[in-house]
């Protein structure tokens, strides 16, 4: 239903256990805390320092692990896990992570949340050398290269894979007694590593640690390789990772409000975003906040502080719509949107209106959300959003639509405003953005959907993504 939210998908997340009992059940614990990072298949791998076991399915986490008896087949202390929303790769049963492998040195496991930018080269150079591919995931390419390495261990067969992979990229593998986790130099996606009695977590975010009662230690650093076994954990860089490029977008709006990512609390920075956009986009006369929910809630607690203004719960957001819903034909305008979301007529009736949302991508839900509560008696709306303009696709592992099809490409402000139909409508610039985070500005975050400033750049050709650098 994430269609109904008009949002980009967020992509994946990973998890990896090791040196606890009932791994298995761990690692489904933390995808369960990680559901919001991917809803359309999950799985998890598991070692008993002899075999490596998997079960995987498309669907969410409670349904694919109902049956508790499961985790019966899932044993040892060493586990990795996956949620997948499909990026690269059709939404095929072969596609579901982690994959599992057995190669000249015994079966091995990889989740993968990112994308590769150069996919399609050595996709099309592994194939012209033999390979033969069993799934369309840009994941898959990592077991290939790593299958052609004859470095003398996994950790120096993954320096060898690395050296060829460019892109958005972190990592969990496992092997049948080694748990390895990988970010790209970059930092694109979040990957922190937390500790439980003796045992090691790693996963995409800490949010994971609080369900199972582990400590956050610290994010797996950019161009950064733990190799955690039975002597502990060690740390090994493949890459300066000084020129950092985290995901701005992950603050904005994927990553939970209760998680730590890039070593900053996501509450706090999000709360931020909603003091700057009232701070620097202020509406004289108002009479209440409301947000857009669930993720907008933070950043319009923010705004309505900042400006002083009541928080009120104008719009209630339905949790029970299953993925399976088929929106009918559009015989009702605002059918899809109702289902998501109601208005609660008490609250807006007469009133002049801030709505906060966190970003605009085809701009259709928040037209609808505008039309229900004019429908329901507001006086005024004036739409601020906690980011700015969207005007580029993503190439490192968020799913949007096409440039054509956001609103911000070819429409000024003015345009978007009138075609919501909003009495007023102003984001937060980029470098209101970045000033809301206690980063280094201009120099730790990609913002190439808000700016088109790619870190590793990108040229489209026929639907191929190019590398030129
Ligand atoms: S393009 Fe946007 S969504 Fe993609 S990594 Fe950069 S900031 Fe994040």
Redesign the pocket.
């Given at each position: 239903m994430d269609y109904l939210l008009d949002k980009?998908r967020a992509n994946c997340a990973v998890v990896g256990i090791y040196g606890l009992e009932e791994a298995a059940t761990l690692s489904y614990l933390s995808l369960y805390a990680l559901q919001h990072r991917g809803q359309e298949a999950t799985g998890i791998v598991s070692s008993d320092g002899e075999n490596l076991r998997r079960h995987a399915g498309k669907g969410l986490v409670a349904d694919v692990f109902k049956d508790r008896t499961t985790f019966n087949k899932l044993p040892g202390k060493l586990s990795i896990g996956h949620n997948r929303y499909s990026t690269t790769g059709s939404s095929t049963q072969d596609n579901v992570q982690p994959l599992l492998v057995q190669d000249h040195s015994g079966p091995i496991a990889l989740a993968h949340n990112g994308n590769l930018t150069n996919y399609h080269q050595l996709r099309k150079f592994l194939e012209g050398e033999g390979s033969l591919f069993r799934t369309s995931a840009d994941s898959e390419i990592i077991l290939q290269l790593l299958a052609r390495s004859h470095g003398k261990d996994l950790k120096s067969r993954l320096f060898d894979v690395i050296r060829m992979v460019k892109g958005?990229y972190s990592l969990v593998m496992m092997s049948r007694d080694v748990l390895v986790a990988v970010r790209d130099p970059r930092g694109?996606?979040p990957l922190c590593l937390g500790k439980k009695d003796d045992g090691w977590i790693v996963a995409s975010e800490s949010c994971a640690f609080d369900l199972l009662g582990a400590e956050y230690v610290r994010d797996v650093r950019p161009g950064e390789m733990l190799v955690i076994d039975e002597n502990g954990c060690e740390s090994l860089f493949f890459a300066n990772g000084d020129s950092h490029?985290?995901?701005?977008?992950?603050f904005?709006y994927?990553s939970r409000p209760d998680s730590l990512i890039f070593g900053e609390n996501v509450d706090r920075t999000r709360r931020k975003l909603g003091h700057v956009l009232a701070a620097k986009h202020h509406v004289p006369k108002a009479d209440i906040v409301v947000s857009v929910p669930d993720s907008s809630n933070t950043s319009a607690l923010g705004y309505a502080h900042e400006a002083n203004i009541n928080f009120e719960l104008g719009l209630i957001r339905n949790h029970y719509v299953g993925r399976t819903f088929i929106e009918p034909e559009q015989q009702l305008r605002d059918f899809g949107v109702k289902l998501k979301f109601n208005v609660v007529k008490g609250v807006v009736k007469g009133k002049s209106i801030i709505l906060v949302d966190d970003s605009i991508v085809r701009g259709t839900t928040l037209k609808k959300l505008v039309r229900l509560m004019r429908r329901a008696g507001a006086k005024e709306i004036h739409a601020r959003i906690s980011s700015p303009p969207?005007t580029?696709?993503?190439?490192?592992?968020?799913d949007?639509p096409t440039r054509e099809e956001l609103v911000a490409c070819s429409r000024s402000i003015e345009e978007i405003k009138n075609y919501i139909d909003a009495d007023s409508l102003e984001y937060l610039t980029a470098e209101e953005l970045l000033g809301a985070t206690s980063k280094r500005v201009g120099q730790d975050?990609?913002?190439?959907?808000?700016t088109g400033d790619?870190?590793i750049e990108i040229t489209e050709s026929e639907g191929v993504v190019k590398i030129e650098s």
């Open positions: 980009p958005a694109f996606r490029a985290h995901c701005i977008f992950e904005v994927f969207i580029n696709p993503c190439y490192y592992g968020m949007f975050f990609c913002t190439a959907c808000f790619y870190p």
